[in-house]
């Protein structure tokens, strides 16, 4: 066991708290937490603990267990959110040949969005291979954490997350803030509309969604969950793909154990098999 909950005697934080957190947190968005994001449990929680004037740890997992509306800050708190624009570049390059080679309507999902850097990447790399902002692809970008889709939603980010964009790209696809912005940038709003944001579990048994997606990212979220319920999270998606789709998993994601529904194209690119939609 890490540090904090042997350690820290503020809102009298014990080990037993930190199994309910693990317990309630894979429950509820069906994410596991090693035992050495105990800290992590404990800083992040603190601040709600604090900002609802509570004592304890145990008091907050009673008022958690009461209230209904703390669910969703107590998932907002625990996710990780870490992304960046272009991560993992080599499926932006693998996108752009698709959809140029073939530039027809797409609907394109990203599963797990974070902050928006992932979409919007997404959708630059549309606006790239059809040379226009007037294209048929639609975008839908989810998350089961409120707050980063709030912040995906706006398209506000600091100049400093455009490094290693090449300079057309930042003059085509954002605007500089000014004053009191400065340092700033925002989506340009003809990107801006190929986008529409939804607040989606990927643990739920059955989402409001379109069954005909082209195309699928769903990148380091996986990595989160254990292999079986990879495998249902899984069979869900691809009800959600046409046949022909393609979906893209992050780099640490290894899918040999679902490889009868999934057909590797390489390079952590995947095909639904023949027979599972
Ligand atoms: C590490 S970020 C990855 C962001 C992006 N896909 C990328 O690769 O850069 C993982 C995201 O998955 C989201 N997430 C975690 N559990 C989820 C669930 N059960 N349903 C939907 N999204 C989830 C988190 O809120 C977080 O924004």
Redesign the pocket.
Known sequence: MAAAATEKTEFGYKRADFEVVCAKLKKL???NLADSKDSMVYSRLSRRIRALKLKTFSEYLHYLDRHEEEKEEFINAL??????FF?EKHHFDHLKQHIASNKRALKIWCA???TGE?PYSIAMTAVEAFGSFDLPVEIIAS???SK?LATASQGVYKIEQLEGLPQSMKKRFFLRGKGSNSGLVRVVPELRKLLSFQK????DDSWQLAKDFDIVFC???MI?FDKPTQLNILSKIIKHMRPQGLYYA?HSENFSHVSSILTPLGKTVYRPKAGTL
Not at 79 to 84: F, I, P
């Open positions: 968005a069906g994410i996710t990780t959110n870490l992304t960046s991560r797990a969005a974070s992932e998350d089961i954490d980063v989606l579990n990927l643990m990148r380091n979220v989160y992050g």
